[in-house]
């Protein structure tokens, strides 16, 4: 006769046991918490995606702007293009949508990107007919990366505050260069909250990354720059030039001084575009001259004097008056070889 087991005999005994009504509560809370912290993690997860494909406006694609751009797309960044050209090719081929005005991509992008020359296209892009101003909503970003006035560029600021957004001032410095290179320095004027929204883009773009001030500050910041650069592009056409009437070999000279106290990125770059006589553009002399300018402007404003600023602004005149201001800032050296008449070198 089989035996039959019972309920609670030996054999039931690898049965576990009825949870009693705390520790069945206790594991429903914790079910619940692991639900909870997972949905959090993943909507974490999905607002990272977001935030690191953002929908960018683009307006001003040429020597500097395309590369840019490029960078921008390549970072996995929806792009929404504006020119008086037609934008790269290559950017269109890689998934950027063209639209027909600043209104338009100022509707469909939520950070608007502007890279033109001077303070005049500025403001038409921004507030001229079907400009970025008419077609921007709320909460959206407007990043002026141009060259223009400090002072223009505060009431610009202000105007489109007054439309709920956000404004950054943030011109580069490295020409054509850093721009293929995502190397440029950007310096950057605005608020701080603002500047954190779009500071993984300007990484895509740039190495040296500084938030200077406020709105404006970033374009002082700008106009420093320049100064500095002209001056010593005019410092380093003298001695080649000095050093090549004397007769060295202009070339070995720039290598010698490579080496030296005197050694610097112009030197490196634009003393070897003078030697070699390469002066088509990175950077054109006709926008060295508007930079300059709105140094002269503002120091007279200021009351403070910058005589050798003045001296540089001389100097390219002269080449944009001999049909230059389309070459190369480095071009700069041609003014002081018509005064000197005497080549550093020959092309």
């Not at 005005?101 to 296209?121: C, L, Q």
């Not at 004097?305 to 944009?320: D, I, K, R, V």
């Amino acid at each position: 006769m089989k035996s039959v087991t019972t309920a609670g005999s030996v054999a039931n005994t690898s049965r576990a046991p009825a949870p009693s009504k705390a520790s069945a509560g206790a594991l429903r809370t914790a079910y619940k918490s692991h639900l909870n912290h997972t949905r959090k993690a993943r909507y974490r997860t999905l607002k990272t995606l977001e935030n690191t494909m953002a929908k960018v406006g683009f307006i001003g694609l040429g020597i500097m702007g395309a590369p840019m751009a490029g960078h921008l797309q390549a970072g996995g960044h929806k792009l929404y293009l504006h020119d008086q050209k037609n934008p790269p090719f290559e950017l269109i081929e890689g998934g950027a949508t063209v639209c027909t005005s600043g209104a338009e991509v100022a509707k469909r992008a939520d950070i608007i990107i502007i890279m033109v020359p001077d303070t005049p296209h500025v403001e038409a892009v921004l507030f001229g007919e079907n400009g970025v101003a008419s077609g921007l909503a709320a909460g959206k970003t407007v990043v002026d990366m141009s060259s223009i006035s400090p002072i223009a560029t505060k009431g610009f600021a202000k105007k489109i505050n007054e439309l709920g957004c956000q404004y950054l001032d943030a011109p580069v410095s490295g020409g054509e260069v850093g721009a293929k290179a995502a190397s440029l320095t950007i310096m950057v004027g605005g608020s701080e909250s603002a500047f954190n929204d779009v500071k993984p883009l300007f990484e895509l773009m740039g190495k040296n990354i500084t938030l200077v001030g406020g709105n404006g500050d970033g374009q002082t910041t700008k106009v420093a720059n320049q100064i500095i650069v002209a001056l010593n592009i005019q410092a380093v056409a003298e001695a080649l030039l000095f050093a090549s009437k004397a007769g060295a070999d202009p070339a070995r000279v720039r290598q010698a001084l490579m080496g030296g106290f005197a050694s610097s990125r112009i030197l490196e770059v634009h003393g070897e575009r003078m030697v070699k006589r390469t002066f088509n553009p990175g950077f054109r002399i006709e926008l060295h001259q508007k930079d300059l300018n709105l140094a002269l402007q503002g120091a007279k404003a200021l009351g403070v004097s910058l005589p050798n600023t003045a001296t540089a602004q001389e100097l390219m005149n002269a080449c944009a008056a001999n049909g230059m201001s389309g070459l190369d800032h480095s071009a700069l050296c041609r003014a002081i070889e018509l005064m000197s008449n005497h080549e550093i070198a020959k092309g």
